[in-house]
């Protein structure tokens, strides 16, 4: 199973060993009288997902700088790594860019089978948490951040309008703001460039629409083969 990694914009050129996917829990425990204890359910808390992300400083055969699902499908066709080749201080900018703009960010995880057909995916909106720079003479020339996420839930304030009818009596209306989080979202797009439904859903989207969908409802079957430039596709 390959697994792709995406912060942000970014792709991890090494995926991490292991990872760790929280979802912590919101629940409460209290005693009553005569009943002892008894569990008060909650929605769960925010997810949280940690891992160590390898950052090399030369090349590696199994190292990936694609910047595409696509891309990383032919590459293993040619049965080579990227020659656009980035060391680690370009990562360490990419973090460092993530903390200082204090702004959620979007985190994709991927995993695709060895027929490179799409398993599941890990797709929300997160805040880069925490993050170390690690350096061992184990690991030679190379950099290994530990990397702490955060599941980000958009939030705003409510306005309340409060009309009043010909009889005399009053109506509330809550307004509520949407977060501009993402950017918005059209119907339809076209394709300007030869790109895959991924690639195309991705750009659009920021990774808030689940290109799965996309692809169906269009009537794609494969999601690496690169659509014709003035395609329109539809999003919803």
Request: charged letters at 25%.
């Amino acid at each position: 199973m390959s697994y792709y990694f995406f912060v942000g914009d970014t792709m991890l050129p090494v995926p991490p060993e292991k990872m760790n996917i929280k979802i912590k829990g919101k629940n409460k425990t209290v005693t009553l009288i005569n009943e002892g204890e008894v569990n008060i359910i909650k929605q769960s808390g925010l997810t949280e997902i940690t891992f160590d992300a390898r950052l090399p400083n030369r090349r590696y055969p199994f190292s990936n700088y694609d910047t595409s699902l696509a891309d990383s499908f032919l590459t293993s066709l040619n049965r080579g790594s990227s020659f656009n080749f980035k060391n680690a201080s370009y990562f360490l900018s990419q973090l460092e860019k993530a903390k200082q703009n204090q702004k959620p960010l979007r985190l994709i995880i991927c995993r695709m089978s060895g027929a490179f057909t799409m398993l599941f995916d890990t797709n929300m909106l997160v805040t880069l948490e925490d993050y170390g720079i690690n350096e061992d003479a184990r690991n030679g020339i190379d950099v290994v951040c530990p990397l702490k996420f955060k599941q980000y839930k958009p939030y705003g304030t409510k306005e309340c309008e409060v009309t009043t009818d010909e009889n005399g009596k009053k109506h509330i209306r809550v307004r509520e703001t949407r977060p501009a989080v993402d950017k918005s979202i059209p119907a339809a797009m076209k394709i300007r460039n030869e790109q895959s439904i991924w690639e195309a859903v991705k750009g659009i989207s920021n990774g808030s629409i689940d290109w799965k969908q996309v692809m169906t409802s269009n009537g794609i079957s494969n999601p690496c083969a690169p659509m014709k430039r003035g395609t329109v596709l539809h999003l919803g």
